[in-house]
């Protein structure tokens, strides 16, 4: 049976309207959980999801998997207790090179100086069940870049990674959603087991491990429009960008 993979940024209130898409407040946040509780899905982790699309195990009937991107403080700060009430699994995709400090790629797009993770937090975080994945060193367009500069960002990534938790760190995704066939094989060579895209679907047994399909959670989804996405894996809801990338795959076939 498919997985739907949910992919969230911040657990945290807003600070202005540049960071509102990528804030979940803790409160919404906790109703995402419950719904998932409430509807009867099963939360994997991101090991069950790549051997279920490796069709290694079967995946049950509703199946869902938890993610985040960057590694902000706040996934220590305020996500992890509320997964604990539920004693659900995540994955935490951190930016090597930003531990310790301050989320520096967002001052271009008018985002507020937000604190990451710490080194100490981050074995917290693995201490308690949460996955521990790379998400570069320092967070740059993959699909933009040089196969030198690519392998540079995932290489270096992974070994700061497994420096700081003392043990392997095999999972990844792309920052932006950026990838390239170049990137993806990097990731491969590095020696990742599977990596998230953000593309919008579901998983099913036989989809790319290095391309898995996630559904990204906004701030402001209200909860009918979480159910949703819940249930179809999409990127918006109603969804109309899902809609004009299915037409722009369409079109290019026409070329």
Aim: charge should be positive; glycine fraction near 8%.
């Amino acid at each position: 049976m498919p997985v739907t993979m949910l992919m969230y940024h911040m657990i945290a209130v807003p600070e202005n309207a540049a960071e509102a898409r990528f804030c979940r407040t803790p409160d919404a946040f906790r109703k995402d959980l419950e719904q998932i509780q409430q509807a009867g899905y099963q939360v994997l982790s991101f090991a069950t999801v790549l051997d279920g699309v490796a069709g290694k195990v079967e995946l049950p009937d509703k199946a869902v998997a938890i993610t985040f991107d960057d590694g902000m403080a706040c996934a220590y700060e305020n996500a992890l207790p509320i997964l604990q009430e539920f004693s659900y699994p995540a994955s935490v995709f951190v930016v090597s090179g930003l531990v310790g400090g301050y989320n520096d790629w967002c001052k271009v797009f008018g985002f507020p100086r937000r604190r990451m993770l710490t080194a100490n937090e981050i074995r917290a975080l693995a201490g308690s069940g949460v996955n521990i994945g790379s998400h570069t060193a320092s967070h740059r367009w993959l699909g933009k870049i040089d196969k030198v500069a690519v392998s540079k960002e995932v290489r270096e990534s992974k070994a700061a990674l497994e420096d700081i938790l003392g043990q392997e760190v095999p999972h990844f995704a792309y920052p932006f959603g950026s990838w390239s066939p170049v990137a993806r094989n990097a990731v491969i060579e590095a020696g990742y087991s599977g990596a998230c895209s953000t593309i919008s679907g579901r998983n099913r047994k036989g989809a790319d491990p290095y391309l898995l399909h996630r559904s990204e959670i906004k701030g402001d989804d209200a909860p009918w429009q979480f159910r949703l996405k819940l249930r179809f894996a999409t990127n918006d809801m109603p969804p109309i960008s899902d809609a004009r990338r299915k037409l722009r795959q369409i079109l290019e076939k026409w070329k």
